[in-house]
């Protein structure tokens, strides 16, 4: 089957320092891919090459056979890459119901009609209730939940999720997963930056781990939580020794 989105020998250079690093992998329709590694890995970095933010130093994006190498952000999110911030930006002076419209607004210009996708958005990320709530008070949970769902409000065929459960507590992680998943079976394709092992590794079809900016090895969650190089760069003995357990 051709992937829908092949990250092929990304580098990205800041000066000298090298952030990603000839880093290659990819993924299919409707596949789940968790991207991990230490903090500075390179995470966020290969986020921004992928969505436009970036332009790579060299390596190319090439998302459903065509060539999105340096393409400016709106039009790659145009073509249906979507990510959401690894801080979150909510609009603190507008509604949820209108965070979520602002990225509905990316294919239509119709007030209207931006309403009807929100709507929809609103019930899949069970914001419904919260609708007419200002962002200025919403929770860390509902805006990094605002977040998710404004960038589906942009119809996406991938959605970039970059630390988007960093914060929360056990049930609104299991939200998320909850979530993740309804959105695969609805047919979409995620690519997921997140520290919480317990919370992707129940939802991934693969990993990819990245440390200093080189992809270090990528498979199936069991096989790479315990591939000792990711132990040693990454998760140490307490992820490795609990899951053995188990
Ligand atoms: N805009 C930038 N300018 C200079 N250095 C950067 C910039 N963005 C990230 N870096 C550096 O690149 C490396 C990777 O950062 P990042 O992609 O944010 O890692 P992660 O998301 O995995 O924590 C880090 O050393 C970071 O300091
Ligand atoms: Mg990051």
Same mark, same amino acid.
């Given at each position: 089957m051709k992937p829908l989105l092949?990250?092929?020998?990304?580098?990205? /250079?800041?000066?000298?320092?090298?952030?990603?690093?000839?880093?290659?992998?990819?993924?299919?329709?409707?596949?789940?891919v968790s991207l991990i590694g *230490?903090?500075?890995a390179g995470k966020t970095t290969l986020f921004n090459c992928i969505t436009g933010f970036y332009k790579p130093y060299c390596g190319n994006v090439i998302f459903d056979g065509k060539d999105i190498t340096g393409m400016a952000p709106h039009k790659?999110?145009?073509?249906?890459?979507?990510?959401?911030? +690894?801080?979150?930006?909510t609009l603190n002076e507008m509604t949820v119901k209108e965070n979520v419209m602002t990225g509905a607004f990316l294919h239509t210009n119709n007030r209207k009609k931006a309403?009807?996708?929100?709507?929809?958005?609103?019930?899949?990320?069970?914001?419904?209730? /919260?609708?007419?709530?200002?962002g200025a008070n919403l929770t860390i949970a509902d805006r990094k939940r605002v977040e998710i769902a404004?960038?589906?409000?942009?119809? *996406?065929?991938?959605?970039?999720?970059?630390e988007c459960m960093a914060g929360l507590n +056990?049930?609104?992680? /299991?939200?998320?997963?909850?979530?993740?998943?309804?959105?695969?079976?609805?047919?979409?394709?995620?690519?997921?930056?997140?520290?919480?092992?317990?919370?992707i590794m *129940?939802?991934?079809d693969n990993i990819v781990v990245l440390n200093a900016g080189k992809k270090i090895t990528e498979g199936p969650p069991q096989e790479v939580v315990n591939n000792e190089e990711v132990i040693k760069a990454y998760l140490g003995e307490r992820y490795?020794?609990?899951s053995k357990k188990s």
């Open positions: 092949e990250i092929k020998n990304i580098t990205m /250079k800041f000066g000298s320092l090298v952030a990603n690093e000839d880093v290659s992998f990819t993924i299919h329709e409707n596949e789940i *230490p903090n500075g790659i999110c145009r073509l249906g890459v979507t990510r959401t911030f +690894q801080i979150v930006k309403e009807e996708i929100a709507e929809e958005i609103l019930d899949i990320t069970g914001l419904t209730p /919260k609708k007419d709530v200002l404004r960038a589906l409000a942009t119809n *996406p065929r991938i959605l970039m999720l970059d +056990q049930t609104e992680i /299991k939200d998320v997963m909850s979530l993740c998943l309804k959105l695969k079976e609805k047919g979409l394709s995620l690519l997921i930056v997140e520290h919480i092992m317990e919370a *129940p939802i991934s490795h020794a609990k």
